[in-house]
C-alpha cells in the first residue's frame, strides 16, 4: 500500500517511433473541436539525432515504475516505440474512458535554438466540453511545474508561457479530455543546454522523479 493506492494515472509518451515511416496514417486530420489536426505528429529531435518519441518513451517507463512504487495503477496510451500513433483523439479517450484520476502527456520542445526551459500546457475552458476539468487541471499543472523546477534545476521556458504555464485551446488531448491533464514539455531539443541534459539517463531519471513528485502531490491532496 502506498500513498497512491487506488489512484489511476495515464501517462501519453508522446509521438511513436514509426509515424514518419507511416504519413498516410498520422497526416490523417482528427477534431479537436476548435480545429482540424493530424492525427499525430512525428516530433522532434535533438541536433545530435536524439528523437522526441525515444525520449518521451523512456521518461514514461521511468515514470511509471516511480508512480507504481507509490502504489497508483498506471495506464500507457502506447506499448512500444516502433509502433504508429496512436491518434490524439485516441489517445485523450484512453483516460477519459477509464476515468482516470490524472493524465500526462511527456513531451521535448522544437523551439528555437536559444529558446530554453521547461513548460507545462494545460487546457483552457471550451464551453460544453472539458467545464470541470479545467480548475483541477491548473492545479495538477502548477504541482508538477514547481516540483519539475526543484528536481531536475530546469527553468521555466524563456520563450512560451508564463512561469512556465502554457494555457492552450488547440492541443487535442486538452481539449478532449475529460479528466485531469496537463502536458510536459520536458525542455527544449534545439537548445544546446537543454538538449545534453535530455539526452542523459540519469537526467531523465530526475525528470520522472520530479513529474512523478508533482503528481503525488496533486493526487494525495484533500479533496476540495
Not at 497512491?4 to 496514417?25: R, T
Not at 485523450?92 to 482516470?100: E, F
Not at 521555466?156 to 478532449?176: C, F
Request: aromatic residues 4%.
Amino acid at each position: 500500500m502506498g500513498v497512491l493506492s487506488g489512484k489511476v494515472v495515464v501517462i501519453d509518451p508522446g509521438h511513436n517511433g514509426g509515424n514518419a515511416e507511416h504519413p498516410e496514417i498520422v497526416n490523417k486530420k482528427v477534431d479537436v473541436i476548435t480545429k482540424k489536426k493530424p492525427c499525430d505528429t512525428t516530433g522532434t529531435e535533438t541536433d545530435d539525432g536524439y528523437a522526441e518519441h525515444a525520449f518521451n518513451w523512456d521518461v514514461a517507463q521511468r515514470l511509471t515504475e516511480a508512480l507504481e512504487s507509490q502504489g497508483a495503477e498506471v495506464v500507457l496510451t502506447r506499448d512500444g516505440d516502433d509502433g504508429v500513433g496512436p491518434c490524439i483523439t485516441d489517445r485523450a479517450a484512453t483516460a477519459n474512458d477509464i476515468d482516470a484520476d490524472a493524465a500526462v502527456s511527456i513531451h521535448a520542445d522544437g523551439g528555437s535554438s536559444d529558446g530554453h526551459g521547461f513548460h507545462i500546457m494545460e487546457p483552457v475552458r471550451i464551453k460544453g466540453h472539458n467545464d470541470k476539468v479545467v480548475k483541477p487541471s491548473h492545479k495538477l499543472a502548477v504541482a508538477i511545474r514547481d516540483a519539475y523546477e526543484e528536481g531536475t534545476g530546469l527553468p521555466p521556458a524563456d520563450y512560451i508561457g508564463e512561469d512556465g504555464l502554457n494555457p492552450r485551446d488547440d492541443m487535442g488531448g486538452l481539449n478532449l479530455t475529460t479528466v485531469p491533464k496537463v502536458m510536459v514539455e520536458c525542455g527544449n531539443m534545439r537548445h544546446s543546454g537543454d538538449a545534453e541534459k535530455l539526452s542523459d539517463g540519469d537526467f531523465r531519471q530526475r525528470i520522472a522523479d520530479s513529474i512523478a513528485t508533482g503528481l503525488t502531490t496533486y493526487l494525495a491532496a484533500p479533496a476540495v
